[in-house]
């Protein structure tokens, strides 16, 4: 959606894009739903009269969170009937897009969306909110259609179960991560099972996400030895007909996957002290479609 001259729904709307989007992608971990939210939402928006909107920033994010919430429900069902782990769609971002806010930063991270899929749809709607987006209890009862002491209790659960599974945040520096990835996937060419060995945390964790469509593990795979020689056995399996690329998604380093010249997938890559924690591979097809586009994120 493009803003034309003296359009001010318009121009508003296209001022907090990156925000509204953020917004909608943290709730439904999926790009792609994400700009259907706008798209949605900025149809019910250029029906506001805007005499009588005070704060348009508060009036935007709730039309948003709310779409994104009802999507959010509506799917409930198909993710249950989902094929193997569900990952959220990678995010095409530039390394430094997030770098200077840490709360963004790991909004968007890999590691905490994934997280954010084991909450109520409630849940994580009232987290993304609250927490990362710092409205009160009363704005986000509106948006919800929850009372106000309802959302205390879920925004209280919420933060406790997020507390519970997601290690305390310390942002790796992005060129030592980048260096430790690309040093893991040339020693993973030469099958250099011993080299891999030294860069992986002994619980590292290999997830990939297929939904059944494409030949990938259909459960996590752990442990430092079954995922060294896991990558080892797929990067050296690919052969001279394969190649990588190295990219930034959700804020970390990545490789897309090339099988000749078809784009396989995005590997993203978690680095926690100087050792790699977890592997998170998109291969389901469907969630690839907007790997190509840069997207703009704030809060």
Known sequence: ?????????????????????????????????????????????AEVDLATVVDTKSYLARIVARQALNTLRAQARRREQYVGPWLPEPLLLDERDASADLVLAESVSM???????????????????????GFGHNEIAETIGKSPAAVRQLAHRAR?????????????????SAELTLRFFAAAATGDIDGLLELLADDVTWTADSDGKVSAARRPVSGADRVARL????????????????????GAPALRLYLGEHFEGVVTVEVVDGRITNFYAMRNPDKLVGADVRRAIAR
Do not use: C, K
């Open 111 to 133: 590691a905490m969306l994934v997280v954010l899929e084991t909450l109520s749809p409630d849940e994580r709607a009232v987290f993304v909110l609250h927490e990362v987006f």
């Open 231 to 250: 990558v080892a056995g797929l990067v050296r399996g690919a052969g001279e007909q394969g190649r990588v690329e190295f990219a930034w998604y959700n």
């Open 160 to 176: 406790e179960h997020v507390q519970a599974r997601r290690r305390r945040y310390e942002p790796a520096d992005p060129q030592l």
């Open 1 to 45: 959606m493009t803003a034309t001259p003296g359009d001010e729904h318009a121009e508003r709307f296209t001022h907090l894009r990156p925000l509204l989007f953020t917004i909608a992608y943290e709730i439904l971990g999926s790009a792609t739903e994400a700009d259907d939210v706008l798209q949605e939402s900025y149809l019910r928006w």
